[in-house]
Structures are given as structure tokens and as C-alpha cells.
């Protein structure tokens, strides 16, 4: 069975910084493709980037500047990194694995299993 579990979250001020976890049982991120995103209620899911099985990263255009996906392959974990974060910033974070550890796109039909998700506040 797998499970991901992501930790972290909380509430920061405007321009703060938070790192996001992502603990895998049931499969070994060293093999797999993994991502995040994050969802507002009533929108769609926002793929922020994704670290394939031999490190390899693609983030969002528009977050790249200021978030950062990584992975520690020995504690089986993804992290966010997120810095200079802002009110719109604002959501709940997910981590997702694909079936492959080939990456292709930030799809959330790409994407087979979840974590529960961590919110994310940022407000002054």
C-alpha cells in the first residue's frame, strides 16, 4: 500500500519561508517520478514541479524563481522549499507519485498516488 505524507505546513508572514515534506511508504522515491501541487478551493489542481528518478527538475515558470523541489532518497522523502511566499501562496500542498520515475509532464492525471495535503497560510 502507499501512502505519502506531507508535513510542514502552517501559517508564515508575507516574505517568510517554509520547507514542505513528503514521507513515501509502499515505494521508493528513488524510482519514481515525484511532485507537487497545490489547490484552492473550487479551482483546479497547480502542478509546482516535479523530480524525476535520476534528479531531474522542472518547476513552474511562474514559481520556479522562489520554490524549490528535492529529495533525500535515504529517508524515502520529497521537500518544498519555499521562500519570498506570498499571500496568494495561500493553499493546500500535495505531493503525488507517478507509476514510472520517468517525468513527463505536471498533469494531475500523470499522477497516481497522493498525500492528504498540508495547508499553507500566509498572511500577515
Known amino acids: 500500500q502507499v501512502v505519502l505524507v506531507e508535513s510542514g505546513g502552517g501559517s508564515v508572514q508575507p516574505g517568510g519561508s517554509l520547507r514542505l515534506s513528503c514521507a513515501a511508504s509502499g515505494l521508493s522515491v528513488s524510482d519514481r517520478c515525484m511532485a507537487w501541487f497545490r489547490q484552492v478551493p473550487g479551482q483546479e489542481h497547480e502542478g509546482i514541479a516535479f523530480?524525476?528518478?535520476?534528479?531531474?527538475?522542472l518547476h513552474n515558470s511562474d514559481l520556479k524563481a522562489r520554490f524549490t523541489i528535492s529529495k533525500d532518497n535515504a529517508k524515502n522523502t520529497i521537500y518544498l522549499q519555499m521562500n519570498g511566499l506570498k499571500p496568494e501562496d495561500t493553499s493546500t500542498y500535495y505531493c503525488a507519485a507517478a507509476p514510472e520515475g520517468r517525468c513527463s509532464n505536471l498533469g494531475t492525471n500523470s499522477y497516481r498516488w497522493w498525500g492528504q495535503g498540508t495547508q499553507v497560510t500566509v498572511s500577515s
Open positions: 523530480i524525476s528518478r535520476n534528479d531531474l527538475t
